[in-house]
């Protein structure tokens, strides 16, 4: 079990909102239906509430002991948490943004060295059985920050537990406010943390001539037109970037992506012409200089949905000569 500490310092702040990148994708998405989105179509009303913004103290670590196991001992643990097994040494970060009201540096009770943490949306937040702090009560520190070295510590010695680090979470108040056994489930406040994307790259030499002012699809292979696709149950979040290279614009392109639904034979449904991006003539103006451009999409895909770019040219004798594809992804 782990002992109390000392009162705190109450704090009046108000949660402050954060999204991964794929949490933002992936809630657009959903609202807008299964479509390719930009960044101009997410809601600026957006919010969030406290629930999903707390970083794990040191990444992605296994859990040796839930909060609910530790409220399921017997006796029941004094300072419910949870116990994230790292060795000894690995850096601590702060959940989130906030102030650094109580640091414990000697080895002595069940916590052994601990650190607190007031976070800006008012809830505290305590890790224990450190090896050392590395700030001062009344610092402030951003989420992420390294602000402790994880250990053993407890009961007067160094290796008083196998190494862990043990996070107490209380909901608007302190540890003896609240009472210490009454803390809450960190991980339930945990924002998820975002796979590795998979990495996709390719440059194809298209060397197309287009005709002025019609739209036409552009190829990424000498085979293949699209550039991301989802089907049934499948769905698909990232984000793209398309790279051109082309010669004799004088007055330039033009470059959308488009949404395409497609039925179970592979036949187009319906489609959906995302917003268009200019890309001027070169400087030099001339038919013989290049002229470079690039597109960029966040999409999220669901159901029978395939997607492709277009490029239109403003001026007659324009050829493309380099299409380049880089594409971060995730799929579920």
């Not at 959903?30 to 479509?35: F, R, S």
């Not at 943490?117 to 590395?134: F, T």
């Not at 994880?150 to 537990?161: D, L, R």
């Amino acid at each position: 079990m782990c002992d109390a500490g000392d009162a705190e310092p109450s704090s009046d702040h108000h949660a402050n909102p954060f999204f991964s990148r794929r949490a933002l994708l992936i809630g657009a998405g959903a609202a807008l239906g299964a479509a390719a989105i930009g960044w101009d179509l997410v809601s600026p009303d957006l919010t969030a509430t406290a629930a999903g913004t707390y970083l794990r103290p040191c990444g992605d670590s296994q859990i040796s002991s839930s909060w609910q196991g530790h409220r399921n001992r017997t006796p029941p643990s004094g300072e419910p948490g949870t116990d994230y097994a790292v060795p000894t040494g690995t850096p601590v970060r702060a959940a989130a943004d906030g102030v650094i009201v109580d640091r414990k540096d000697s080895t002595t009770t069940a916590t052994g060295r601990y650190l607190a943490l007031r976070a800006d949306d008012g809830n505290y937040i305590r890790y224990l059985h450190l090896q050392s702090s590395a700030v001062l009560p009344g610092t402030r520190v951003t989420r992420g920050q390294v602000i402790a070295v994880s250990g053993a510590s407890g009961f007067g010695s160094e290796a008083g537990y196998g190494a862990h680090v043990h996070v107490s979470l209380w909901i608007g108040g302190t540890p003896l406010q609240l009472g210490f056994t009454n803390s809450v489930d960190f991980e339930n406040y945990v924002q998820p943390e975002d796979p590795v994307p998979i990495h996709q790259s390719s440059t194809y030499f298209w060397n197309a001539p287009v005709p002025a002012n019609v739209w036409t699809k552009i190829q990424v292979s000498s085979s293949q037109i699209y550039l991301a696709q989802s089907a049934g149950n499948n769905r698909e979040t990232g984000d793209l970037t398309i790279y051109l290279k082309a010669l004799g614009v004088t007055r330039g392109l033009q470059v959308r992506a488009v949404a395409e639904v497609f039925n179970y034979a592979g036949g187009v449904v319906s489609t959906s012409p995302q917003p268009v991006m200019e890309i001027p003539a070169t400087s030099a103006s001339a038919a013989n200089a290049s002229t470079f451009g690039h597109y960029t999409l966040p999409y999220f895909l669901s159901g029978s949905i395939r997607l492709f770019a277009e490029v239109r040219a403003l001026n007659a004798g324009t050829t493309i000569q380099q299409v380049i594809v880089k594409k971060n992804y995730w799929q579920s």
